[in-house]
T-cell receptor, first 111, second 114 residues
Framework: QKEVEQDPGPLSVPEGAIVSLNCTYS??????FMWYRQYSRKGPELLMY????GNKEDGRFTAQVDKSSKYISLFIRDSQPSDSATYLC???????????FGTGTRLQVFP | DSGVTQTPKHLITATGQRVTLRCSPR?????VYWYQQSLDQGLQFLIQ???????AKGNILERFSAQQFPDLHSELNLSSLELGDSALYFC?????????????FGPGTRLTVT
């Protein structure tokens, strides 16, 4: 079993839809949770990060962490075709720079 | 553009061969990270260097090695290549050793082993 599980998709939604992307994990030591966006043929770019449990909002993006369920989510409101990309969750424990990534969910937003 | 550069963009080579991938971090960044991305395994951390010294090691095979030079650029050496080594190899950099929130990824090198 992988430490971090993520549905690979693809997830196809119409423009304007609310998108929910999720990851589950097994290591209770994880404290730092991140979401990266990766466009085709590009490197990942950091979208959002949270520490421990709770919510964080940045524009159209909201990240949620539920440590009791070992479940994290990224919500995208008013999705745009430019949001079409692969979204990777990543997480890490204390005192380490080592990130454990999910395999990514491919999102397609059609006009 | 993240400011991290990687060369070459594409590399095609045969099994058993040795290749070197190069990474130039963002100006002023001291840490360099190497990752391997394949379809079945996703993005996997290989190794981190900070200011020339190895800082952390992940799932890096013994056939692979890396180093960071005094000018802070880094090279990843892959030897005795196997078909399964075909993947995207990314380099990331961050300003200091605590790079959890500040890892900037390069565009990657696509390695194909035939």
């Amino acid at each position: 079993q992988k430490e971090v599980e993520q549905d690979p998709g693809p997830l196809s939604v119409p423009e304007g839809a609310i998108v929910s992307l999720n990851c589950t994990y097994s290591n209770s030591a994880f404290q730092y949770f991140m979401w990266y966006r990766q466009y085709s043929r590009k490197g990942p770019e950091l979208l959002m990060y949270t520490y421990s449990s709770g919510n964080k909002e940045d524009g159209r993006f909201t990240a949620q962490v539920d440590k009791s369920s070992k479940y994290i989510s990224l919500f995208i409101r008013d999705s745009q075709p430019s949001d079409s990309a692969t979204y990777l969750c990543a997480m890490s424990g204390e005192n380490t720079d080592k990130l454990i990534f999910g395999t990514g969910t491919r999102l397609q937003v059609f006009p | 553009d993240s400011g991290v550069t990687q060369t070459p963009k594409h590399l095609i080579t045969a099994t058993g061969q040795r290749v070197t991938l190069r990474c130039s971090p963002r100006s002023g960044d001291l840490s360099v990270y190497w990752y391997q991305q394949s379809l079945d395994q996703g993005l996997q951390f290989l190794i981190q260097y900070y200011n020339g010294e190895e800082r952390a090691k992940g799932n890096i095979l013994e056939r692979f090695s890396a180093q960071q030079f005094p000018d802070l650029h880094s090279e990843l050496n892959l030897s005795s290549l196997e078909l399964g080594d075909s993947a995207l190899y990314f380099c990331a950099s961050s300003p200091n050793g605590g790079g959890l929130y500040e890892q900037y990824f390069g565009p990657g090198t696509r390695l194909t082993v035939t």
